[in-house]
C-alpha cells in the first residue's frame, strides 16, 4: 500500500525540505536544569549543510524516555493521510541499529496542549524491512547516512480534522531485541512550546526537559481545496481558501474563486508546466469575503495549467485543463 504513496510525493517532499547530506559533529548541548541531559546519554549534536543545528533523541534511552511527538492544528477541513519523519540511520554514530519496527500514533489533543491517551485517532506499524525501503534521500536507499525522511502511508485509514483542530503525531519503536534503537532528529527551536515527551509516567514538554526542539516530523495532509500539503510545528490555519475552478476543463474560459477572512494582499497568477509565468490574474489588496476572477485562455494551446493564490506568506495551487 505504502510504494506508491511515497513514490508520488517524493518529488513534493524534496523541494519542501532541505537536502540533509553534509554533516558534521559539533559540541554538546548541556544539561537541562532538571539534570537530564539534552541528547540523552550520547551527547551528539549534528549539523545540516547549510550550518543548522539538529539533535538526535534516542529510544530507548537512560531515562526511559517514549512516545515522541508534535503537536499540529489542521489548517482547514482535511484528511491527514500520512506522516513524515527523520530518523538517524543505521551505522551512523550508533543511532539506529538493529531491526525496531515503527509504530506511528496520532492522537486528539488534551486541553493541557498534551497528547490524549484515551483519544488515539489512529496507529500504525511498519516492520523494519518496511520502512527501511521506502526513505527518502539523494538516491532513496536506506544509507550509512546520518538522517534520512522516513514515509508512513495512512491513506487506507485516514483521519478526519476540523479547521483549527490540534492533533499530535508521534512514535515509539517495537524492539525485537536489547540491541535495537531507534533515534529521531529534532532541531534548535529553543522557544517551541509544540513537542513533548511521555517521561516519568507523564508527558512532558521539550521546552521543559530540554530547553526547547521540534522534532522533525511533519503531517501529510489532504485539503479539498489544495490537494496535499505538508504541516510543520506552529503552522496555524490560513486566512484564505482556493475553490476549484470552474468549469475545469475549460475552453477558453473559467472562473477563479477564493475566499478572504480579513483584507489583506493577495496575489493570483497562472503558471504552464514548466512554472513559466503565463498570467498575472490579481496583485493588490482585497477586502474579507468570496472573490470572483476570470481566466480567458483564447491565445493558449491545450494542456496543464496551474493556478496559484498567495497571501500572508503562503501559497495554494490547484491545476487547470485547458481543452481545445
Request: glycine share 10%; net charge neutral.
Amino acid at each position: 500500500m505504502r510504494g506508491l504513496f511515497f513514490k508520488a510525493f517524493a518529488i513534493a517532499f524534496a523541494l519542501s525540505l532541505s537536502v540533509w547530506a553534509a554533516w558534521a559533529q559539533d559540541g554538546g548541548f548541556g544539561r537541562a536544569p532538571g539534570g537530564r541531559n539534552a541528547l540523552d546519554d550520547s551527547l551528539l549534536v549534528l549539523q545540516l549543510d547549510n550550518g543548522t543545528v539538529v539533535y538526535p533523541f534516542k529510544f530507548p534511552d537512560v531515562y526511559g524516555d517514549d512516545l515522541r511527538n508534535q503537536r499540529f492544528r489542521a489548517p482547514e477541513n482535511c484528511s491527514l493521510v500520512g506522516v513524515m519523519m527523520a530518523f538517524g540511520t543505521r551505522g551512523f554514530r550508533s543511532l539506529t541499529t538493529g531491526s525496531p519496527a515503527l509504530v506511528t500514533k496520532v492522537w486528539a489533543s488534551g486541553a493541557d496542549s498534551f497528547p490524549n491517551l484515551n483519544a488515539e485517532l489512529a496507529s500504525d506499524t511498519l516492520s523494519f524491512s518496511q520502512y527501511s525501503a521506502s526513505v527518502f534521500d539523494v538516491d532513496s536507499v536506506w544509507r550509512n547516512v546520518p538522517a534520512q525522511f522516513v514515509m508512513v502511508d495512512l491513506t487506507a485509514t485516514p483521519v478526519s480534522l476540523t479547521a483549527g483542530e490540534w492533533f499530535h503525531v508521534g512514535y515509539t519503536a517495537i524492539r525485537g531485541g536489547s540491541g535495537d534503537t531507534l533515534a529521531i532528529l529534532a532541531d534548535g527551536n529553543t522557544g517551541s512550546i509544540y513537542s513533548s515527551e511521555f517521561y516519568n509516567g507523564h508527558f512532558e514538554l521539550m521546552q521543559t526537559g530540554f530547553r526547547g526542539v521540534d522534532f522533525l516530523i511533519r503531517a501529510i495532509v489532504s485539503i479539498p481545496s489544495a490537494g496535499i500539503s505538508v504541516l510543520a510545528p506552529g503552522d496555524k490555519p490560513e486566512s484564505f481558501a482556493l475553490y476549484p475552478a470552474y468549469p475545469n476543463p475549460f475552453n477558453p474560459q473559467t472562473t477563479i474563486s477564493f475566499d478572504l477572512s480579513r483584507p489583506q494582499a493577495v496575489k493570483v497568477t497562472v503558471l504552464d508546466i514548466l512554472g513559466r509565468e503565463r498570467a498575472e490574474l490579481a496583485g493588490r489588496v482585497f477586502s474579507a469575503g468570496t472573490h470572483r476572477l476570470s481566466l480567458n485562455g483564447q491565445d493558449w494551446s491545450s494542456g496543464m495549467y496551474f493556478v496559484r493564490l498567495e497571501a500572508q506568506g503562503h501559497s495554494r495551487t490547484q491545476r487547470i485543463l485547458l481543452e481545445k
